[in-house]
């Protein structure tokens, strides 16, 4: 079966650990790597238009600090899975001269050139690593679909920062936090659901070691959805849209309100602030 790995950069963990996993999966072959170019004047306005000032953030974490989470931390990292794997890199670009993988970079995923790129390397199905929305042309040319690791549980939490945003509204006890592998569509996290994985909340969570412990996760899912449909037992149920909203990017004011809500309550206080 062959797979496809879309990456929003070409040092990005979860595409290192999705495609060396690949690698290493019988009946698997890694048929492209498509990945973004770091610098763009449309990938520029699409990610400021999407997080602000926290792009800054974000370009600090991946282009000069290169890293998230530490290793050996207490909780295992998309990074931590790359290294697991010896690799021998931690360059997408690497990774596929090392292993005859056809790789191209792009300005968008979106972009004419890098569909016909994708139609060209006939996948059976694309593991989506991040890098924004796909439309109609690239999912049409991706054989039985785009797989997505979401950090939330759909249908309920579609869009954006939807681990803080059950625990803000005090519905991470009744409807959960977790990753829902789905196949994407034209919408913001709408199309058909394959899998959901549960996380918890532990004693000692703060937000940040609450989201690398959805990354092994996330990477778990993607695989076991690309092993599903290698072995014709990949089944997936359409969402309903209106069982759901879309959420955004939080506001700094109500991000602290989450962090001391999830400290309450990694604390075990029942009755933690809102």
């Known amino acids: 079966m062959r797979v496809v790995v879309l990456a929003p950069i070409v040092s990005s963990p979860f595409a290192l650990a999705v495609t060396g996993l690949c690698l290493r999966e019988p009946g698997v072959e890694v048929a492209g790597i498509l990945v973004l ?7 520029l306005r699409r990610e400021l238009r999407r997080d602000g000032a926290r792009l800054l953030r974000k370009v600090w974490q991946k282009l000069v600090l290169r890293a998230g989470p530490e290793a050996g931390g207490p909780e295992r990292s998309f990074h931590d899975v790359a290294d697991e ?23 968008d995923h979106n972009h004419p050139g890098a569909v016909a790129w994708l139609r060209e390397r006939a996948p059976h199905v694309v593991a989506f690593t991040g890098g924004g929305l796909v439309r109609r042309p690239l999912l049409e040319a991706a054989g039985r679909g785009i797989l997505n690791a979401h950090m939330g549980l759909l249908p309920a939490y579609r869009g954006m920062d939807v681990v803080e945003w059950p625990i803000l509204e005090g519905r991470h006890a009744s409807v959960g936090l977790g990753v829902t592998l789905h196949f994407m ?27 690398t412990r959805f990354e092994p996760v996330m990477v778990e899912a993607m695989l076991d959805g690309i092993r599903g449909l290698r072995d014709g037992a990949l089944r997936a149920t359409p969402q309903e849209r209106a069982a759901g909203r879309q959420y955004f990017a939080l506001h700094p004011r109500l991000q602290e309100r989450v962090r001391a809500r999830l400290a309450a309550l990694s604390a075990g206080d029942p009755h933690s602030p809102v």
């Open 37 to 43: 170019r770091h610098w763009n004047v449309a990938r």
């Open 85 to 107: 794997l010896e690799l021998g890199t931690r360059s997408l670009a690497g990774l596929a001269r090392r292993h005859h993988i056809p790789y191209r970079a792009v300005p």
């Open 185 to 211: 569509d034209p919408g913001i996290d709408t199309g058909p659901v394959v899998a959901v994985r549960r996380v918890p909340i532990r004693p000692g969570d703060g937000i940040e070691r609450l989201r």
